[in-house]
């Protein structure tokens, strides 16, 4: 790599030097000026930080933006909006090449050619931003997430008890619904069978209050919650006691959608599965709201923790390679990732108006093309060893994704 300023080195000061391009690009817009009671201790004309004559908008000497910031605040809202989406902005120039030019932006960046595009550390977190703002906000990936499934599944089956001749006929047209919406065939199979179940509570007693209704439901929660106890603290909720339940032998489900697998962790000291305990109830009476608020709380952490591990794996497979820095191998991580991060913010976009099988479709074959062509461009490897190497990074990275989930739902639990 090229050059001999050591902020353009590192990828966290390349999100620094990111900014400094916007102030630049802000400063070249006329500002009205304002009285302030904080005087620059330098005359007019130099800098206000080293005291160097100045010759343009940045000191030459240190750096620093010669812009003055005494001004309403909206303007600086604008200027950063404006540096971030402007037309003229590095972020236009630097998309395109990502989504559309595998490895043109790593390869470029990685020999010097930089200040033309959004710094890689920058890049990944306005991306993950955008992700987790629509994921989160609009309710999953897919149309309206499990809750419109769950909607389409009531809507049936009140149709199906108002018409008791027709309950198969509107389960058929259920499972075409749902279908036709990319729905699994697992997903569709699940979703039939709460409808199947409404269906019968509903036949049996269908003109139970809400408050009868409610109790039901509270009394279906402490079932679950003294099915925990029973697993976890056998010595304080012995199976012979009068209130006992069936010992569950896998998972337990503490809301719409999840499960939780209590055994194995009868092995924990008591204390802990008493506070495991207590974290199950909160979460069996909030129908698993609390679980699922923890876990989106702390999954971009973990996506941040994938950044470095991911890096690892690249360093692993180009161990042999001379040339290549662990530096080299994270700006590839960054910029693979934050490529992943807008491609599935628009496919959830687009699932809204498009077949959510053909989003997928789109998406496995996209994201395998993208990772094969970065390995021909950074890494200058042949046709054969690229799609090898696309194979055995898709594997690497479903087990550690997993294992990533799996921590998420721990770390989830116990901050519930």
């Known amino acids: 790599m090229?050059?001999?300023?050591?902020?353009?080195?590192?990828?966290?000061?390349?999100?620094?030097?990111?900014?400094?391009?916007?102030?630049?690009?802000?400063?070249?817009?006329?500002?009205?000026?304002r009285y302030s009671v904080f005087e620059a201790p330098t005359p007019a004309g130099h800098c206000s930080n080293c005291s160097t004559e100045l010759s343009g908008p940045v000191c030459h000497s240190c750096g620093q933006t010669a812009d003055t910031y005494h001004r309403p605040i909206w303007e600086l809202l604008t200027d950063i909006l404006d540096g971030l989406?402007?037309?003229?902005?590095?972020?236009?120039?630097?998309?395109?090449p990502l989504m559309f030019q595998p490895g043109k932006i790593t390869q470029n960046y990685l020999s010097g050619v930089r200040a033309r595009y959004v710094m890689p550390f920058r890049l990944y977190l306005t991306a993950s931003v955008l992700f987790?703002?629509?994921?989160?906000?609009?309710?999953?990936?897919?149309?309206?997430?499990?809750?419109?499934?769950?909607?389409?599944?009531?809507e049936i089956a009140n149709a199906a008890v108002?018409?008791?001749?027709?309950?198969?006929?509107?389960?058929?047209?259920?499972d075409t619904r749902l279908a036709e919406a990319g729905m699994s065939a697992e997903e569709r199979e699940r979703i039939a069978r709460l409808a199947e179940t409404g269906i019968a509570q509903a036949d049996a007693v269908p003109d139970l209050p809400p408050e009868v209704q409610e109790m039901q439901a509270r009394a279906s929660r402490d079932d679950i919650k003294r099915q925990f106890r029973q697993a976890l603290l056998p010595e304080l909720y012995p199976s012979d006691a009068?209130?006992?339940?069936?010992?569950?032998?896998?998972?337990?489900?503490?809301?719409?959608g999840m499960t939780v697998d209590p055994n194995g962790l009868e092995e924990l000291p008591l204390e802990a599965r008493q506070a495991l305990v207590e974290r199950f109830d909160r979460i069996i009476d909030s129908r698993g709201a609390t679980l699922v608020a923890s876990m989106q709380r702390w999954a971009p952490t973990m996506m941040f923790f994938m950044l470095p591990l991911y890096a690892l794996m690249l360093a692993g497979m180009?161990?042999?390679?001379?040339?290549?820095?662990?530096?080299?191998?994270?700006?590839?991580s960054l910029h693979f990732h934050a490529f992943m991060l807008f491609l599935i913010t628009g496919l959830s976009i687009a699932a809204y108006v498009i077949h959510g099988g053909i989003v997928t479709l789109v998406g496995l074959i996209w994201s395998n093309w993208y990772l094969y062509r970065l390995h021909r461009t950074v890494y200058a490897h042949g046709r054969f060893t690229s799609l090898l190497r696309v194979v055995i990074l898709d594997f690497a990275y479903a087990i550690l994704l997993s294992v990533?989930?799996?921590g998420l739902l721990i770390v989830g639990v116990l901050t519930s």
């Not at 003229?88 to 630097?94: I, K, N, Q, S, Y």
């Not at 609009?138 to 997430?145: H, P, S």
């Not at 009068?242 to 719409?256: H, K, R, S």
């Not at 180009?318 to 590839?332: E, I």
């Open 242 to 256: 009068a209130d006992a339940v069936e010992t569950p032998d896998g998972p337990i489900e503490v809301g719409e």
């Open 318 to 332: 180009h161990f042999y390679k001379r040339g290549y820095f662990f530096y080299d191998h994270l700006v590839v």
């Open 85 to 96: 989406f402007g037309l003229e902005g590095r972020l236009w120039r630097t998309l395109p």
């Open 162 to 174: 108002a018409d008791g001749e027709a309950i198969q006929t509107n389960l058929a047209e259920l």
């Open 132 to 154: 987790f703002l629509f994921v989160f906000a609009l309710d999953g990936i897919g149309g309206g997430g499990d809750g419109a499934d769950l909607d389409a599944a009531r």
């Open 404 to 406: 990533g989930l799996l």
């Open 2 to 33: 090229t050059g001999s300023d050591p902020i353009s080195d590192a990828v966290v000061a390349g999100s620094a030097a990111g900014e400094l391009g916007d102030s630049i690009q802000a400063s070249k817009r006329k500002k009205r000026a």
